[in-house]
């Protein structure tokens, strides 16, 4: 299938996507994130397809939201139809929480679909990686980090940038950055929106490796298929206890992971790790 945006490759069971638009530096689009969201339907429901990498045409990871939808935005109504800003921030979220419909996405705002794709990676039942080659700012960085494992090239540059704009991160970084680096590196990196390099970001915990840009993509490629050959499904398992453990105490994720691994003790995978053992050898996992 081609595609204008993105290029999507197979090789084994591992799923390759390429954010691919040069002239923008790789900017997400409304049109690029329903291309992405439809690779990511496909890697679901194909049994096949056991492992995703997500990458950019270099020399970018993904530059942000397409600033050309931001700029009509941002033209919005007429003067006289602008809502007055409340006077107090907490005070006035907290308002238009109490008054807002139930529904995540608001009724014919495209820049929804760009703002919610990190909620689609998160959600994947299946092992993803970020291969950052190069900027992932804005909502590109929320994407990287919305993905299970990310290894970072030397080039890589990561930027909380929306309060460059005057906005705040609505890509579900205030929900992801604080579990991985802290309180304050997340406020440092939001109050701010410096870019830090991959070095600071493998500091901090932002990343799990850096490699040389050159070596990247055999790097992720070969974590890739390393995990596309392992027991998928006990990771997909395990990708979900760690998720609900995160607002759970420990008491209740013992008793969460003791049903996961009452699944995990009927599967296919668990028979196979067994008979392998004893029989002294290399498993050979099918994901189920």
């Known amino acids: 299938m081609a595609f204008d945006l993105i290029d999507a490759r197979r090789v084994g069971g591992v799923l390759t996507l390429t954010l691919d638009d040069p002239p923008t530096r790789n900017a997400m689009s409304p049109e690029m994130a329903v291309e992405v969201a439809e690779q990511l339907s496909r890697f679901e429901a194909e049994p096949g397809l056991r492992v995703l990498v997500l ?4 020399p970018s990871f993904c530059s942000g939201a397409d600033v050309r939808r931001m700029n009509q935005a941002a033209a919005g109504p007429a003067a006289d139809e602008v ?15 109490s008054e807002a419909p139930p529904e995540t996405v608001r009724a014919g705002d495209a820049i929804d679909g ?20 190069g900027h992932a700012i804005g909502v590109g960085m929320g994407i990287a980090l919305s993905c ?6 030397e ?17 579900g970084s205030c929900w ?12 440092l990196l939001q109050y701010t929106g410096d870019v830090i390099g991959a070095e600071e970001a493998l500091r901090i915990g932002l990343v799990s490796r850096v490699t040389p840009h050159e070596e990247l993509t055999g790097a ?39 049903v996961a691994q009452d699944i995990a003790r009927v599967t296919e995978d668990h028979r196979e790790g067994v008979r392998a053992f004893v029989e002294k050898r290399r498993p050979h996992f099918r994901g189920r």
């Open 148 to 153: 299970d494992i990310r290894i970072a090239s």
């Open 83 to 97: 809502e007055a800003v409340p006077s107090d921030p907490w005070q006035g979220l907290e308002a238009r929480l």
């Open 220 to 258: 992720a490629m070969e974590l890739a298929q390393r995990l596309a050959q392992g027991a998928t499904y006990a990771m997909s398992l395990t990708k979900r206890l760690v998720q609900k453990s995160l607002g759970l105490d420990f008491e209740e994720s013992l008793r969460v992971a003791g």
């Open 114 to 133: 760009v703002r919610l794709l990190p909620l689609k990676f998160h959600q994947l039942t299946k092992p993803c990686i970020a291969a950052v080659n």
């Open 176 to 187: 992801q950055l604080p579990r991985m680096i802290g309180l304050s590196n997340t406020m």
């Open 155 to 171: 080039e890589a540059r990561f930027a909380e940038a929306f309060v460059r704009n005057g906005l705040v991160p609505a890509d």
């Open 55 to 58: 990458t950019g045409r270099d």
